[in-house]
């Protein structure tokens, strides 16, 4: 057991899941810059719209079963179930986009694109499972190389195709199918080497897994959706225009959220090792450690930001975007306390309090929806900004405040709770 709790944050793992991370992370900015050149900031915005639309709806494909499956430390759940779920939240995922386009009305071009935009982000969630698994067989070195390799070649795919063509929707379904031919090809052979296993249905485990995630799955959901909600109230009261550029100045803010994986995810099974030995010192210093680094790292960003990122941004994009500064320094706020929020939301996943997630995100959902709908129709993009601040910063406090109550709980009982009893607790309740 002490080998494993040492080699989960070994130099090689961080490294090559920082690699990975870092690449994709960037590959958010790269696509939407490479779409607004080849075609323009007007026709961009079907893409914009169908890009944060996908990231929703991979929540659906992903389930919330990464947190749960790296924290699987005593694997109550083969690797043949989170595989089957797997294939089943896929499927459900691309069926979801499908009664999307439906209930908006898209049709023709604007209808394949949103399809086949979805079909590229599922991906994610096929290779997500892979890596799940190899994090939980110590290997996170394996998964950041495959992480980069496919995202490298499907950024470079994607560039290529849509200067060539000019047409959003062939690029996306080209670069989806090689995508994930790509993604089997690598990936699984990594794992086998690792844990050879073939799919088997197993009914109870498969149900277990799901209502243990259930709670994780709408959480992370209603992430997304107060991400998206200032874009959806943007879609209805302003010009498209304002939809590409809002795009642009969110993507940093998102990027900080994607780029502190890159420093906590290798811990999530020590965190989880931790909580299971009621190495309590240990776990809670951790979890301190990180969130005070991570709003040290948005304050150093934030006056960067000030100073260079909108002349970057317009450089990167090829589109003015310095008079919205303001609200550019927002959105990156909100980005790092939705880094501090992702972190605890994985932490409470460690502790198998997925109950508190839930709630936590609900709350914050209903405050972003209530300010953004009253407010951008008035007052525009910079309205949109705030909305999604006000969420992340209530969200964060909400999040901080369930650690805190879940850790002195547990502690207060003197750490008698056995961990069979907690895994079963799936509500979040005591």
């Known amino acids: 057991m002490k080998q494993q709790q040492n080699s989960g944050m070994n130099a090689k793992s ?40 996908a990231q929703l709806l991979l929540t659906l494909g992903k389930f919330g079963v990464r947190s749960y499956q790296a924290t699987d430390v005593t694997k109550q759940i083969t690797a043949a179930s989170y ?22 009305g898209y049709h023709g071009a604007d209808a394949g694109v949103v399809l086949a935009v979805c079909a590229m982000k599922m991906v994610d969630a096929v290779e997500d499972v892979y890596h799940g698994q190899l994090q939980l067989n110590l290997r996170m070195d394996v998964a950041g190389k495959l992480l980069a390799l496919r995202n490298a070649v499907t950024m ?13 929707g062939l690029t996306a379904w080209v670069t989806a199918g090689v995508s994930l031919v790509l993604c089997l090809a690598v990936n699984h052979p990594a794992l086998n ?84 030995e009621k190495q309590y010192k240990k776990f809670d210093g951790m979890i301190v450690k990180m969130v005070v680094f991570i709003f040290v790292i948005t304050a150093v960003i934030l006056v960067g930001t000030y100073f260079l990122g909108a002349p970057l941004l317009s450089a990167f994009f090829g589109e003015d975007v310095r008079p919205y500064r303001t609200e550019l320094m927002f959105l990156m706020l909100g980005g790092g306390f939705g880094a501090v929020v992702y972190f605890l939301y994985n932490v409470l996943t460690s502790m198998r309090k997925q109950g508190f997630v839930l709630f936590n995100y609900a709350v914050s959902a209903v405050i972003v929806t209530a300010i953004a709908f009253v407010t951008v129709g008035k007052h525009g993009m910079l309205a949109a900004a705030l909305s999604y601040v006000f969420a992340e910063v209530a ?36």
Request: a neutral charge; glycine letters at 4%.
């Open 83 to 104: 595989f089957v779920l797997r294939i089943l939240s896929c499927a459900a995922m691309m069926l979801s986009c499908v009664a999307m386009i439906a209930m908006l």
């Open 193 to 276: 080497r690792c844990e050879p296993f073939r799919l088997k249905w197993n009914a109870k485990e498969i149900g277990t897994l799901t209502m243990a995630c259930l709670p994780l799955f709408i959480g992370h959901f209603l992430s997304l959706y107060i991400y998206n909600v200032p874009k959806y109230a943007i879609e209805v009261y302003c010009e498209p225009q304002i939809q590409t550029f809002y795009n642009i100045l969110f993507m940093p803010a998102f990027a900080i959220n994607l780029m502190s994986e890159f420093i906590f995810k290798p811990m999530l099974t020590d965190l989880a090792l931790w909580w299971e």
């Open 156 to 168: 470079v795919l994607f560039a290529v195709l849509i200067f060539l063509t000019k047409d959003i």
């Open 395 to 430: 969200l964060c406090l909400l999040m901080i405040g369930s650690v805190v109550l879940c850790s002195r709980r547990q502690q207060k009982k003197g750490g008698d709770e056995s961990h069979e009893s907690r895994n079963c607790d799936l509500s979040g309740n005591e």
């Open 14 to 53: 961080f490294a090559w899941n920082t690699i990975g991370s870092i690449i994709s992370a960037a590959s958010s900015f790269i696509l939407l810059s490479c779409v607004t050149r080849a075609v323009g900031a007007d026709n961009a915005g079907i893409f914009a719209f169908s890009f944060s639309s």
